[in-house]
């Protein structure tokens, strides 16, 4: 475990948790106007979650893969075993919002609920589609799909050193997609579609690269670096604005958060001491369940609020939301999630 990067999952969780407060309360248009000038980046905590993810695997698994001391089969189901029961489960929780949808066009969705069933929701390129049910599950769709590539991906970098050019041109060339591209496709190409976020994901597994061959460096040069990474990222999120959102879906947070991923992973400068304490570490293991059950709550609470009228003050709504989406959080990372992988690695571990 790289503490420091686990400890950071929950606070680009946050920042997702964040952009979302508008969908939240009763008063829209001011929340509205908050998430426009404040919390409207939630596709800068899925980008580094997609970074992180291409990173965490290549760190754990590159070595083996590349000794042939790798198997496809438990790696599958350890990933899959990973993110699928908690979807399962949000999934279910997210239906009884979701009726309205089932009265108005049931044939819809009963295709949507088949597509987020199979975690295929983000290949569709239509909001009605991939932001049905559980919306923060589109992410995890395709994460699914990196997990299936992330193999292959490592056999062709190590086995054919051309095959970075396969790799590094469309990384390279994705800034020209944006700009030639009608902008009311940016968000389902350049936010959603599994072939172009995986971009992200092997960007991760490059900085992966760069950090095996990175020295060391004294804790001194360690925290200057790290403090430059988070100055770096807050510069580039305080002039978000002047940056068309296309570029903001894709490579615009590349620089600042692949700082801050190699610095923060030889975990030896001050900051990531102070974020490898107990309490963020723990707070960094439940951010996934945090992530998607947040949403769920959330919904679930407008639904309520409209009838109790102590939940029409948003400043509650949000903190209750907030705080219920923490304590479920925790009960399902160590309740449910933990017993069904030791449950599925027992069933590997067999095999």
Not at 35 to 55: D, W
Not at 56 to 72: K, P, R
Not at 281 to 287: A, C, D, W
């Amino acid at each position: 475990m790289i503490k420091p990067l686990t400890s950071l999952r929950f606070f680009f969780a946050f920042i997702v948790f964040l952009s979302h407060i508008h969908l939240f309360g009763n008063t829209r248009k001011s929340l509205q106007a908050i998430n426009e000038n404040y919390f409207n980046e939630g596709h800068l905590g899925v980008s580094f979650f997609f970074i992180l993810s291409g990173f965490i695997l290549a760190y754990n698994y590159s070595n083996s893969i590349i000794i042939g001391d790798f198997s496809f089969k438990k790696f599958y189901f350890n990933r899959f075993s990973r993110i699928y029961p908690l979807h399962l489960i949000t999934l279910i929780l997210a239906i009884p919002v979701s009726l309205n949808g089932f009265r108005r066009e049931t044939a819809f969705w009963f295709f949507n609920f088949f597509a987020n069933s199979l975690l295929i929701q983000s290949w569709f390129p239509k909001q009605t589609v991939f932001w049905s049910f559980n919306a923060p599950s589109w992410s995890i769709s395709n994460e699914l799909f990196f997990y299936l590539m992330f193999p292959f991906i490592i056999l062709l970098l190590t086995k054919y050193r051309k095959s970075y050019l396969f790799f590094v041109l469309p990384i390279l060339i994705l800034p020209f997609g944006v700009l030639i591209s009608n902008e009311n496709y940016w968000e389902p190409i350049f936010n959603i579609n599994p072939l172009i976020r995986i971009s992200d994901f092997v960007l991760g597994i490059l900085l992966y690269q760069i950090f095996q061959k990175s020295k060391e460096k004294s804790i001194i040069t360690h925290s200057i670096l790290e403090v430059f990474s988070l100055v770096l990222i807050i510069l580039f999120y305080l002039y978000r604005h002047t940056i068309p959102i296309g570029y903001r879906y894709s490579i615009y947070y590349w620089i600042p958060m692949g700082f801050i991923l190699l610095t923060f992973s030889f975990q030896k400068g001050i900051i990531s001491k102070f974020i490898s304490r107990k309490i963020f570490i723990n707070l960094g293991e439940i951010s996934f369940s945090f992530y998607l059950i947040h949403m769920v709550v959330a919904r679930n609470f407008n639904f309520i609020s409209e009838r109790i009228s102590i939940l029409k003050n948003d400043l509650i709504l949000i903190t209750l939301i907030f705080f219920i989406s923490l304590l479920l959080s925790f009960i399902s990372h160590y309740y449910i999630e933990n017993r069904i992988r030791v449950y599925f690695k027992r069933i590997t571990q067999n095999d």
